[in-house]
């Protein structure tokens, strides 16, 4: 099982939609989550960290369910902007009390006029 | 609106011909990570550093890939010799480890490879 699994997509979806991605992790120890956002030819940029209590930033809701181990994003009242590749990456033990952020592959959304 | 710097932006080589890329981290920031991105593999982790101190490169092809940081504003990643399957966009990150297992990156804008 990979340690972080995405599903690649692409979502297709209108404008003013709401979708949801999800996002599996196989180490019960990890400790972090976060989702970043790539735009076509460009860095990963961090989107928003996932806690515990689930954390909304605007239109953006970012929940995380350790006992099932997986986290999720649902954006709101899509915009054309929101376009990119979803990575969802989790910080998972690499031994000797260190830790390292492992991305997932990433989910492409698409938001069509 | 400090920023994560790689250089140079794109290059183009041959095979066999030696590539160093250069990175200057967000002045403050403790840990440097090295990606490669390729649509297949998506973001591997080259190698790791805290503190100047390299601590994973597991990740790293060692026969022919190398990763340094001569000073704490300064991260090289060299490839010697380049072959055509080192042709990816190498990311550059830095962040600041408050703490084992809560880190947030901040990513330079990558180069890009072609080995010919």
């Known amino acids: 099982r990979k340690e972080v699994e995405q599903d690649p997509g692409p979502f297709n979806v209108p404008e003013g939609a709401t979708v949801a991605f999800n996002c599996t992790y196989s180490?019960?120890?990890?400790?972090?989550f976060f989702w970043y956002r790539q735009d076509c030819r460009k860095e990963p940029k961090l989107l928003m960290s996932?806690?515990?209590s689930g954390n909304e930033d605007g239109r953006f809701t970012a929940q995380l369910n350790r006992a099932s181990q997986y986290i999720s994003l649902l954006i709101r009242d899509s915009k054309l902007s929101d376009s990119a590749t979803y990575l969802c990456v989790v910080n998972i033990p690499s031994g000797a009390g260190s830790y390292q952020l492992t991305f997932g592959k990433g989910t492409k959304l698409s938001v069509i006029p | 609106d400090a920023r994560v710097t790689q250089t140079p932006r794109h290059k183009v080589t041959e095979m066999g011909q030696e590539v160093t890329m250069r990175c200057q981290p967000i002045l403050g920031h403790n840990t440097v990570f090295w990606y490669r991105q390729t649509m297949m593999q998506g973001l591997e982790l080259l190698a790791y550093?805290?503190?100047?101190?390299?601590?994973?490169d597991s990740g790293m092809p060692k026969d022919r890939f190398s990763a340094e940081m001569p000073d704490a504003t300064l991260a090289t990643l060299k490839i010697q010799p380049s072959e055509p399957r080192d042709s990816a966009v190498y990311f550059c990150?830095?962040?600041?480890?408050?703490?084992?297992?809560?880190?947030?990156?901040?990513f330079g804008p990558g180069t890009r490879l072609l080995v010919l």
């Open positions: 180490n019960s120890a990890s400790q972090s």
């Open positions: 990150a830095s962040g600041l480890a408050l703490w084992a297992g809560q880190e947030t990156q901040y």
């Open positions: 550093f805290r503190n100047r101190a390299p601590l994973d």
């Open positions: 996932v806690y515990s």
